[in-house]
C-alpha cells in the first residue's frame, strides 16, 4: 500500500529544547530519533529507521518557525497506555495540555499537546 506522506515537518526557533520534548514522547509514538544537526533533528519507526518521516527544523528561509492555526500532526500509537503516557511526558517536557487522553465522539482514544513550539500533537487510538 502507499503511503500518503512522505514525511512531516515541524518548524522550531529552539532545537534543544524541542529535541528534549520530542526525545522524551518519541517512544510512546513509536518513532526513534535518527539524526541531529544544526539544522534539524529526524525521527524515524522503529522497525525502519533507514525511512524518516517526521523532521523538527529550523526554518529554511531563516525566518521565525510559527505554527498553524488550524493544523495538526496526529501519530498511531498502540494501545490507550502509550497515548496517557505520551500525554503525561509531553506536559513534563514542556508541552502544553490542548485535550486531556480520552475516548472521542468517533469512539476512538486521543490526547493532544501542543509542543515548545506551539505545534498541535495528537496520539490516537484506534479503540473501536
Not at 518519541?26 to 525521527?43: C, E, F, N, P, R
Not at 503516557?85 to 486531556?100: D, K, P, Q, T, Y
Request: aromatic share 12%.
Amino acid at each position: 500500500m502507499k503511503k500518503l506522506f512522505a514525511f512531516v515537518m515541524v518548524g522550531s526557533n529552539d532545537l534543544n529544547k524541542s529535541g528534549k520534548f520530542y526525545d522524551a514522547v518519541a517512544i510512546y509514538l513509536g518513532i526513534i530519533k535518527v539524526k541531529t544537526t544544526d539544522k534539524y533533528i529526524s525521527y524515524a519507526q522503529k522497525n525502519s529507521p533507514e525511512q524518516i518521516e517526521f523532521y523538527v527544523t529550523k526554518p529554511h528561509n531563516k525566518e521565525a518557525a510559527t505554527y498553524g492555526n488550524g493544523t495538526m500532526i496526529s501519530f498511531m500509537v498502540d494501545s490507550t497506555k502509550a497515548v496517557d503516557s505520551f500525554h503525561s511526558s509531553a506536559l513534563e517536557n514542556g508541552g502544553v495540555n490542548e485535550g486531556l487522553p480520552g475516548i472521542r465522539t468517533d469512539g476512538n482514544y486521543y490526547a493532544y499537546v501542543r509542543d515548545p513550539e506551539g505545534n498541535k500533537i495528537c496520539a490516537r487510538y484506534n479503540s473501536k
